[in-house]
């Protein structure tokens, strides 16, 4: 192969990484991609039949934070997802502007995977933050049921990435 065939190959494979970060134990496995057009995909597969949130953070706690709570619902067999925003540390309110949007929700005996997509920068400046080309705050949770209530002590917390790197 030569140096030719090497360079298209080693573009090819650039433009396609994601990371996958594994969190909590692999209890809570991120992916994500940013697209040249600025469009943040998000897949979480986590070890829960219930809700799973995630969100961008000024300082890694639920204060401040832009989040999204999404899942299936076994019962009524629906997926469900919402733009969030957390002004206190409780039930994060449903954003004005609903600027995300729902790809797959589907849950097995053990998980639920989550897929949404949504834009590097909303426009929505009261409720949403923006991605940066720089490493952030995630924070993550997870619900034992579909019911949105309080996550307990071991099902959350925050972590520092550069979604752009991915
Ligand atoms: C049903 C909605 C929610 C309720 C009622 C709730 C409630 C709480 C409460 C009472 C605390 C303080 C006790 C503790 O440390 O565990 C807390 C902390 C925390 N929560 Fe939530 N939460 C909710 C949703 C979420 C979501 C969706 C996320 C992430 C996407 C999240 C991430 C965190 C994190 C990282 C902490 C620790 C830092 C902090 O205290 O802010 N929470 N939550
Ligand atoms: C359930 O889904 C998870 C996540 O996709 C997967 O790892 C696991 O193998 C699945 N379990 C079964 C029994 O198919």
């Known amino acids: 192969m030569g140096f030719a065939n090497f360079f298209i190959f080693a573009t090819l494979v ?3 990484l994601s990371a996958v970060v594994p969190i909590n134990g692999g209890k809570y496995i991120l992916e994500t991609r940013v697209t040249l057009t600025g469009i943040l995909s998000v897949k979480i597969t986590a070890e ?3 809700w799973i949130g995630w969100g ?3 300082r890694g706690t639920m204060m401040g934070s832009d989040m999204v709570m999404g899942g299936f619902n076994g019962a009524t067999g629906e997926a469900y997802i919402g733009d969030r925003y957390a002004s206190h540390p409780g039930l994060p309110e449903l954003d004005r502007e609903q600027n995300v949007e729902l790809v ?3 849950e097995n005996a053990t998980h639920t995977v989550l897929e949404f997509t949504r834009a590097v920068d909303t ?3 009261d409720q ?3 991605v940066e080309n720089e ?3 995630i924070v993550w949770a997870i619900g034992d049921t579909d ?3 309080y996550h307990g002590v071991g099902s959350r917390g925050s972590i520092q990435l550069n979604l752009m790197d991915g």
């Open 128 to 130: 949403d933050l923006t």
């Open 104 to 106: 797959s929700a589907s």
């Open 14 to 16: 650039t433009s396609a």
């Open 135 to 137: 490493v952030q705050f």
């Open 147 to 149: 019911d949105l209530v």
């Open 123 to 125: 426009g929505d400046i």
């Open 48 to 50: 829960t039949l219930g």
């Open 56 to 58: 961008i953070s000024p």
